[in-house]
């Protein structure tokens, strides 16, 4: 495989007809080596467009999907990021590229070492993994510039939400199959957030984050 061919078909084919049009996000794909952050048996698929399972019913997204949410959480060099669902460190790398820290919690201790390792071999000093419940959020690091869930949830927890500043973004994709949105809740002042809703898509379910009650009848 032509690794350098496939990169640039992924971005033109896959993520530019996407709405993925930042230079700066561009740019980063095609220097962030994504396959570096694929697992080996996977390695050949590393720029299609599916979702690669990562086991313990994990998966890496889409990479039109990780583009298009680093794009749309409009980060600035000021920013400090916390990354729900930090999987094997990818779109750790593309935040920290675009922020000035990231902090990125994962539940499973295999994903957490083998993103650390990726990190670390991606030369990327400006993040950090931690093993955590992702559904409570990291409250004694905050208040954060940016939160990113990088996988889908029913509804946002407002615990999250309080973790932002006043003008700080949370970007997730919202709902249940078959209609989910990536939405952007963004904080005003006091307790006033403004949600927008920006694409569709379906994507794998966070762990731990609760599913509504069903009525039977």
């Known amino acids: 495989m032509n690794v350098e061919q496939a990169r640039f078909n992924m971005i033109e084919q896959q993520i530019r007809p996407w709405d993925v049009l930042d230079t700066s996000v561009l740019g980063l794909l095609s220097m962030v080596r994504r396959e570096d952050f694929v697992p080996a048996a996977h390695r050949s698929q590393a720029f299609m467009d599916v979702e690669l399972p990562l086991g313990q019913g994990r998966n890496l997204l889409a990479p039109r999907v990780e583009a298009r949410l680093v794009q749309d959480l409009n980060l600035s060099k000021r920013d400090t990021v916390l990354q729900i669902g930090a999987a094997t460190g990818y779109i750790t790398a593309l935040l920290a590229h675009k922020s000035q820290r990231v902090i990125a919690l994962e539940a499973e201790a295999a994903l957490v070492s083998a993103a650390r390792a990726n990190l670390r071999q991606a030369g990327v000093s400006n993040a950090e993994v931690v093993q955590g419940d992702g559904t409570q959020g990291l409250a004694a690091q905050a208040p954060f510039d940016a939160i990113l869930l990088c996988g889908s949830v029913p509804e946002v927890p407002q ?12 970007l997730a ?12 809740f963004t904080r005003g002042e006091g307790n006033q957030f403004s949600r927008q809703a920006l694409f569709d898509t379906v994507v794998q379910r966070l762990p731990g984050f609760t599913e509504p009650s069903r009525f039977h009848f």
């Open 159 to 170: 615990g999250l939400l309080d973790q932002l500043k006043v003008g700080g973004r949370l």
């Open 173 to 184: 994709v919202v709902g249940n199959e078959p209609v989910m949105q990536a939405t952007l």
